[in-house]
């Protein structure tokens, strides 16, 4: 079967995306990022709720939220105190799992010619969450208190729509799960209400295509090694 223009398009986007590590200082106009989250709010959710809180953060409110985590961050005794409000990972990892999860990141480390000895070098990569890898857009959204792990699932829809409408619009996108450790400071400096916790955040902007590390490409298990056909 020959795909239509419209299947290709959308397959593009979904395949195209990667998680970006290094932007482009390139400007992403406000009507472009309206535009990609009016398209993401048709994601599906439970009878329609919606559960999904943006804030948008460019120049100086960026600047003013990487440098109060940074400050934290540098700190180990700081660090000690900053944990998460709830368990992205698992408590206990088994294969194929932390198998997946270690090859991506010596896979990352090696073209950025870290060995596993830098430890320096490893914790300043990471650091680098905190800047949103330096895109000129930084995105950190939040969920009311009240709703349940249905409505988390829903959110993943949300945030896959951003990073699918941004790929249609030729940006790239990274998903981070490393600021939920400071969603105290965060919440601090965006004046979060209490009745808000944090999800996640997100680098928006333009790849560097000059930056090593945008060239890793993660592996995919084949559909055979996921799927079970019952008829």
Known sequence: ?????????????????????????????????????????????????????????????????????????????????????????????????????????????ALLGLTRENKAGMAAQHGRNYRFFDAPVGLIFTIDRVMEQGSWLDYGMFLQNIMVAARGRGLDTCPQAAFTQFHRIIAEQLGMPANEMLVCGMALGFADPDKVENTLVTEREPVAGFVRFVA
């Open 1 to 109: 079967m020959i795909a239509s223009q419209q299947q290709q398009a959308v397959d593009a986007a979904i395949t195209t995306r990667r998680s970006i590590r290094a932007y482009l200082p390139t400007p992403v106009p406000r009507e472009d990022i309206e535009a990609i989250l009016e398209v993401a709010a048709r994601a599906p959710s439970g009878t329609n709720t919606q559960p999904w809180k943006v804030y948008v953060l460019t120049g100086a409110a960026k600047e003013r939220l990487s440098a109060a985590i940074l400050a934290a961050y540098g700190d180990p005794q700081q660090v000690k105190e900053h944990t998460e409000e709830y368990a992205y990972y698992p408590r206990e990892w088994v294969s194929p799992f932390i198998d997946r999860r270690r090859k991506v990141g010596w896979d990352l480390y």
